[in-house]
């Protein structure tokens, strides 16, 4: 009976040590995960500051380096400006918001570049309000997570189609190696064999 209490008190032990492994390594990418995003934000107020970005969208940054995270809001924000800040120039511009296939929000704006005068006015405008807060936006740790996962999930039909094209992937690869093997059959191809089209990725 002591026996049996003692192996029952182990495979509790064991039980707790294998809760306490699996919230130590969720502990330990959400550090990672602050830390990457403390990096790329940084980066990016720095670049945005050397680049001649306006107080707003500094502010906007900053706010974000605060926060955590640039949020969907902060870049619908800067995006809507920009469409009005062309606008405002004499120029057109409007805005749209897309999500991709990964479930990705993202807000965008297209304005007229056909003359020298137009480019000029949809960079400066860009360059002003909205161009690093965007691509902080795309480029934080919580979209790339969105996107890989949503990869990771594409990528068996990539396989499959690699596979029945007569390409067989590694079944060691990982999702991006498949994903680059996938891109130079397409290239090979000249397009007549478009894996990436087929499990709709449009980029990784």
Known sequence: MRKLRLLRAMAGVAVALVVLAGCASEDMAK???????????????????????????????????????????????VTLAAVQCVQDAGSDAFYQERITESGLVLPEYNSLANTPAQLAIADACSTDLEFWVRMAYVMQPTSIAVKDAYLDRQVPLVKTCLDREGYAADPEASTHEVLRQALQVKTDAASAVDCLAEAKIDGF
């Open 31 to 77: 550090s990672e995960a602050k830390r990457d995003f403390a990096d790329m934000i940084q980066g990016a107020l720095d670049d945005a500051e050397a680049g001649g970005a306006g107080d707003e969208q500094l502010a906007i940054l900053r706010n974000a380096q605060t926060e955590g995270v640039v949020s969907v809001e902060d870049a619908r924000t």
